[in-house]
Nanobody, 116 residues
Framework: QVQLVESGGGLVQPGGSLRLSCAAS????????MKWYRQAPGKEREFVAV????????NYGDSVKGRSTISRDNLKNLVYLRMNGLKPEDTALYYC?????????WGQGTQVTVSS
């Protein structure tokens, strides 16, 4: 069974940094691209980042480009999102996602709150 479990969220001051983690199981992790999305209250879910199977290719949403890094460890079935220079508008539930066998799978989300 595909399972994605995010962790690492929390309360951070503006300008701070955070590394989110997503632990994957139930599929051959190294064969699938992994993505991060986020959703703030009352807003649409927003693409944050994607990483290819080997980690050789990455892409980011406009709002986080230049201050975020997605990475993965295929031996540990982990995907990470490092965010620097956090802003209040980064406050959201952050989800990892994969598409496996034609279905989208999402984690439960981890809350990032950026506030003084």
């Amino acid at each position: 069974q595909v399972q994605l479990v995010e962790s690492g969220g929390g309360l951070v001051q503006p300008g701070g940094s955070l590394r989110l983690s997503c632990a994957a199981s139930g599929f051959t992790f190294s064969r699938y691209a992994m993505k991060w999305y986020r959703q703030a209250p009352g807003k649409e879910r927003e693409f944050v980042a994607v990483i290819s199977t080997t980690g050789s290719s990455t892409n980011y949403g406009d709002s986080v480009k230049g201050r975020s890094t997605i990475s993965r460890d295929n031996l540990k079935n982990l995907v990470y999102l490092r965010m620097n220079g956090l802003k209040p508008e980064d406050t959201a539930l952050y989800y990892c996602k994969t598409t496996y066998s034609g279905n989208d799978y999402w984690g439960q989300g981890t809350q990032v709150t950026v506030s003084s």
